[in-house]
């Protein structure tokens, strides 16, 4: 009687402990959606079409204003992507479709790119990135709070510069 007992409070706590991850792994993770929906414009993106394109900068804008740092594994997606798209579409293209966003938008792509990659090859995208607001994100204001918790002080903030 009492193996059967233990062999069914096992069974009971075995089946709610499956239960659980199962439920928790099915629940989609706010702080990843910038990253899905970066790969999800990616295709329309390449392709020029606007909306796409509009998708992949706001991408850039969610991620940012995240109260995390930028960086890690989905801001390096953002990267690459928001470079493979200027790749595949052409300074002309990806300059005019960011153009039409609001400046803290094209803020927020700077943040998400890497100036080497963009200047060298990318001069009307590159001067508009430049010319864009230097804003304070959340994610630059964790970042600087990650450097203050270890007792020391955040690099300087890298300016775009013409």
């Not at 470079?83 to 990806?94: P, R």
């Not at 994610?139 to 300087?156: H, K, N």
Request: hydrophobic share 40%; glycine share 6%; with cysteine.
């Amino acid at each position: 009687m009492k193996k059967q007992y233990y062999t069914l409070v096992t069974c009971v706590l075995l089946a709610m402990v499956l239960t659980g991850c199962g439920n928790v792994a099915n629940k989609p993770d706010p702080t990843r959606q910038a990253w899905r929906d970066s790969w999800g414009s990616l295709p329309d993106a390449k392709a020029g079409k606007l909306q796409g394109l509009h998708r992949s900068f706001q991408a850039a804008h969610d991620q940012v204003e995240m109260p995390f740092a930028n960086g890690g594994e989905d801001a390096e997606a953002i990267a690459e992507n928001l470079q493979a798209i200027l790749d595949a579409v052409g300074d002309q293209v990806f300059s005019e479709a960011l153009q039409r966003e609001v400046a803290e938008t094209r803020s927020a792509v700077r943040d998400c790119m890497f100036e080497r990659s963009v200047k060298k090859n990318y001069p009307m995208t590159h001067k508009l990135l430049c010319e864009a607001p230097h804003i304070k994100w959340p994610s630059r204001v964790a970042y600087e709070r990650s450097w203050t918790e270890m007792g020391q002080v955040a690099p300087d903030e890298e300016i775009w510069k013409p």
